[in-house]
T-cell receptor, first 113, second 115 residues
Framework: DAGVIQSPRHEVTEMGQEVTLRCKPI?????LFWYRQTMMRGLELLIY????????DSGMPEDRFSAKMPNASFSTLKIQPSEPRDSAVYFC???????????FGPGTRLTVT | AQSVAQPEDQVNVAEGNPLTVKCTYS??????LFWYVQYPNRGLQFLLK??????LVKGSYGFEAEFNKSQTSFHLKKPSALVSDSALYFC?????????????FGAGTRLAVHP
């Protein structure tokens, strides 16, 4: 299995631009998670899906952030408009029902200037 | 509410010596506990988990963890450290409310193994 795939690996954009991060979970996994990691705040759970349905989005920082999962093999995290404080590494992870452990992708390093 | 604490920001150990990275938890009911490792510029990698059974759990790369219910701890251990073990280590516990598969992560402990 290729593991969780994220794209792009690096994104540099200017403040005010729209940013879209993409994730392909491991085939057969029922859960998909989006995390953000910064030095100041550590690892934060933003949102997670079960069978493509958003279950808990309480970690989404504000309305500028949105996430979708149109099918079992694809999810996006969108930031519109982006701000410098959104600079972080964004991880996607997936897990299987009853397995509990999550498998992480390599992350997208986002820099907003 | 469920939580985990990693009391040490950094642990320093000499190569060849045993290492311990500490984790304590707070949950209601039986805990499901996990350890992850993060190498520079990489995602988190699953090392091992405790669900039930033996208190000593063996995982990847020679790591093991000891579950201690009376001390509410789940410390990560390795008998002989390697320089390549230098990384950021996260302890996590499964949340029993708000979602079946949601994990709560600690702040992380940076392990530095010196030659």
């Amino acid at each position: 299995d290729a593991g969780v795939i994220q794209s792009p690996r690096h994104e540099v954009t200017e403040m005010g631009q729209e940013v879209t991060l993409r994730c392909k979970p491991i085939s057969g996994h029922d859960y998909l998670f989006w995390y953000r990691q910064t030095m100041m705040r550590g690892l934060e759970l933003l949102i997670y899906f079960n069978n493509n349905v958003p279950i808990d989005d309480s970690g989404m920082p504000e309305d500028r952030f949105s996430a979708k999962m149109p099918n079992a093999s694809f999810s996006t995290l969108k930031i519109q408009p982006s701000e410098p404080r959104d600079s972080a590494v964004y991880f996607c992870a997936s897990s299987r029902l009853g397995q509990y452990e999550q498998y992480f992708g390599p992350g997208t390093r986002l820099t907003v200037t | 509410a469920q939580s985990v604490a990693q009391p040490e920001d950094q642990v320093n150990v000499a190569e060849g010596n045993p290492l311990t990275v500490k984790c304590t938890y707070s949950v209601s009911g039986n805990p499901y506990l996990f350890w992850y490792v993060q190498y520079p510029n990489r995602g988190l990698q699953f090392l091992l988990k405790y669900i039930t059974g033996d208190n000593l759990v063996k995982g990847s790369y020679g790591f093991e963890a000891e579950f201690n219910k009376s001390q509410t701890s789940f410390h990560l251990k390795k008998p002989s450290a390697l320089v390549s073990d230098s990384a950021l280590y996260f302890c996590a516990v499964r949340a029993l409310s708000g979602g079946y598969n949601k994990l709560i992560f600690g702040a992380g402990t940076r392990l530095a193994v010196h030659p």
